[in-house]
């Protein structure tokens, strides 16, 4: 049997494909909104960093691993979607497998909000380590729109507070040249019975 398609039919099958194709195109943006999966010690969704710029923070992360046994990871989104930082830094550590001596500053640009994630193994750096750690290293920065600064700062500032009682605000390391491409095998994720991390963070916003 031959199957008749009418005019109205085939301007509806048409506009149908329109709105599907228009999905599909946005469907990528929406997904922004969601918790990054982090591979890398630096992930720049925000585009908010040169090649250079990022190499630099790489190379600060970097040294706090070498000095601190420390895996800082950084992450710049655009927004969390209006989920609090707090939470979606949380899930990014979860959705990433981040756990033992990891940590992670996560920077929501649009929202102007930032929080910290600190595992578990890394008791040693208390909560009141940790505000100082964003206000007073990170927070300078990202008002400047310096923001490889910050994190380049906030990693010699987490450094400091393994290392001894109190976190202080340092002067921001000069860029390390030889800077490693990736975190490599990582510290390893140290979790709770659950599979989840034992989160400990601290969220704050940085004035306009």
Do not use: C, K
């Not at 599909?24 to 585009?47: F, G």
């Amino acid at each position: 049997m031959t199957r008749r398609t009418t005019a109205f039919q085939h301007r509806l099958g048409s506009a149908a494909a329109a709105l599907l194709l228009l999905a599909l195109v946005a469907a990528p943006v929406l997904a922004l909104d969601e918790p990054p999966r982090l591979e890398d010690p630096v992930t720049d969704q925000a585009d908010v960093l040169t090649a250079a710029e990022e190499a630099e923070v790489v190379g600060a992360l970097e040294q706090l691993r070498n000095d601190a046994d420390v895996q800082l990871f950084t992450a710049y989104v655009d927004s969390t979607g209006g989920e609090d930082v707090n939470a979606f830094t949380e899930d990014t550590a979860v959705v990433s497998s981040l756990g033992g001596n990891d940590a992670l500053i996560l920077v929501a640009i649009e929202d102007r909000s930032y929080s910290m994630w600190v595992g578990p193994s890394l008791d040693e750096i208390t909560d009141d380590e940790i505000d100082v750690i964003l206000t007073e290293a990170v927070e300078p920065a990202l008002v400047d729109g310096e923001f490889a600064a910050a994190m380049i700062s906030a990693a010699a500032a987490t450094g400091l507070a393994v290392r001894t009682d109190t976190a202080a605000t340092p002067v921001a390391p000069a860029p390390i040249e030889d800077a490693g491409s990736g975190p490599g095998a990582g510290s390893g994720s140290d979790s709770s019975g659950s599979g989840q991390p034992l989160p400990r963070r601290i969220t704050a916003a940085w004035a306009l």
